[in-house]
């Protein structure tokens, strides 16, 4: 069991920042908390997927927001 510094159970997570896209990490469950505790549970990616990996994403998400929109003209 992974604890962090303030004592309580770890909790896993899913960095999606663009230096750490889709890297898999523990951290403090009070998320809001001065605890700021995190730890790395798989390693690190190569630099070609951390400088794909960001723009697959912002493509997505330019294509949702597309999608959503054109799914709103169409109920006009």
């Not at 920042?17 to 990490?25: A, E, H, I, L, Q």
């Not at 493509?59 to 799914?71: C, I, Q, Y």
């Amino acid at each position: 069991m992974v604890r962090c510094w303030c004592g309580k159970q770890a909790i896993t997570r899913t960095s999606w920042t663009s230096v750490n896209p889709g890297r898999g990490f523990y951290g403090c469950p009070d998320e809001g908390s001065s605890c700021r505790w995190i730890g790395w549970y798989d390693p690190e990616m190569c630099a070609r997927s951390r400088m794909i990996i960001p723009g697959l994403l912002r493509g997505r998400n330019e294509l949702e927001e597309r999608l959503e929109v054109a799914e709103g003209d169409v109920w006009k």
